[in-house]
């Protein structure tokens, strides 16, 4: 397990902010909506959409792209970074505690223990919890999450919704349902509708990366770029250093117990479970539900290059254990990086590999990004 090859180079953060709507497809065919149109199905723009429009804004290829993750302009003009809530928190419908799993039984005796590198136990609530739980959906604050990171947001595994730091509003990217009409040759093809779902960001609210340029080119060529398809476009803007970073994680990882946070949509040669080093083990894990990703190189051939993945959503937590000596130090080289190596795509597959082997690398392309915290 090693992190992407750029981790000493000076970085910078930027935020594209959206002129208008956002509209990025999942990658999957249109499906049947009814009788008269089909459904385009449409996501938040995943790390390699995030990629392309910033290789476009610095004029040529990025040593590496560092998200993307959503962004809330302050009251002082300062961008807040936002993060999917952690998979672990959970709380009953409409009621204002949340709780933090917590490691319980082994994993024997249950369908996990025929898994291929299954961890050793499942999570559970705590046991004074009686009521069913889901997952809460949602955003938090970089604050709380660098606090949960540290062990330090939950007391007795238990906390008011309100402490998470979630935002105010509703969901900061507002979907907004439209109907459109294919073309052929230029021209409409009579009969052929479709329905697609745009997301408009609400005002302060933007998308937010970090970027590690190459030495020859350290600065914007230009600041519009396009976003997504239907020839949207967002403003790309450098910001100051140091105004963003990275929730801080912990220094300390007592008994070497170390929290894995996914950041951005992970793709790795395992599917669901991240490349981890010989010597350390996987106690537990909270999923969430596997996300669409479509990749495509317009410069490598779009229709030869394209792929459809499924990734490891943004909030899934790996609890592991590592020897304590080299924890700290093991935890801080992956925190705020991506987990290499991403998705195999030199496998091949009927005699040729796929997708071909000069496509782009996945893991400089802001997927995986990790955070690293304490479990108890």
Same mark, same amino acid.
């Given at each position: ?226 976003? $997504? ?8 803007? !450098?910001? *100051?250093? /140091? #105004? @963003?970073?990275?929730?801080?994680? =912990? %220094? ?48 490598? $051939? ?8 499924? !990734?490891? *959503?943004? /909030? #899934? @937590?790996?609890?592991?254990?590592? =020897? %304590? ?52």
């Amino acid at each position: 397990m090693k992190t992407d090859r750029t981790g000493s180079r000076d970085t910078t953060w930027v935020v594209l902010e959206p002129h208008d709507t956002v509209h990025v497809r999942d990658g999957r065919q249109f499906s049947s909506r009814d009788s008269n149109t089909a459904l385009a199905e449409t996501v938040t723009p995943r790390p390699s959409t995030i990629a392309g429009a910033l290789a476009s804004a610095y004029g040529g290829d990025l040593a590496a792209v560092r998200g993307p993750v959503l962004g809330k302009k302050d009251t002082s003009g300062v961008w807040r970074p936002y993060f999917s809530v952690p998979s672990d928190v959970v709380a009953a419908k409409n009621r204002e505690s949340v709780y933090r799993l917590t490691v319980g039984s082994a994993v024997h005796d249950t369908d996990l223990a025929d898994l291929k590198g299954a961890p050793e136990s499942l999570l559970e609530l705590p046991p004074q919890v009686l009521t069913k739980m889901e997952p809460v959906q949602g955003w938090m604050s970089g604050r709380s999450l660098s606090s949960y990171l540290r062990g330090t947001l939950f007391q007795n595994h238990a906390l008011k919704r309100s402490r998470l730091g979630m935002p105010d509003d509703e969901e900061p990217l507002v979907p907004e349902h439209r109907i459109g009409i294919a073309l052929q040759d230029r021209r409409v093809r009579p009969g052929y509708l479709y329905q697609a779902t745009h997301l408009r960001p609400r005002d302060g609210w933007a998308f937010l990366a970090e970027v590690v340029p190459p030495p020859e080119r350290t600065g914007l060529a230009r600041s519009t770029v396009a976003l $997504g398809g239907i020839s949207r476009l967002a403003e790309v803007t !450098a910001l *100051p250093t /140091g #105004s @963003v970073a990275w929730p801080q994680g =912990p %220094e300390d990882f007592p008994g070497g117990r170390v929290l894995l946070y996914v950041a951005t949509p992970a793709l790795w040669p395992d599917g669901w479970r991240p490349p981890l080093p010989p010597e350390a083990t996987l106690v537990a894990a909270a999923l969430g539900d596997p996300i669409p990703v479509a990749t495509a190189s317009p410069k490598r $051939g779009f229709n030869r290059t394209r792929t459809l993945r499924w !990734a490891v *959503p943004p /909030g #899934s @937590v790996y609890l592991i254990r590592l =020897p %304590e000596d080299t924890a700290a130090a093991t935890a801080a080289s992956w925190h705020g990086r991506a987990l290499a190596p991403s998705a195999d795509w030199t496998i091949p597959s009927d005699g040729e590999p796929h997708p071909p082997t000069d496509a782009p690398r996945l893991d400089t392309a802001g997927f995986g990004i990790v955070l690293t915290g304490v479990w108890t």
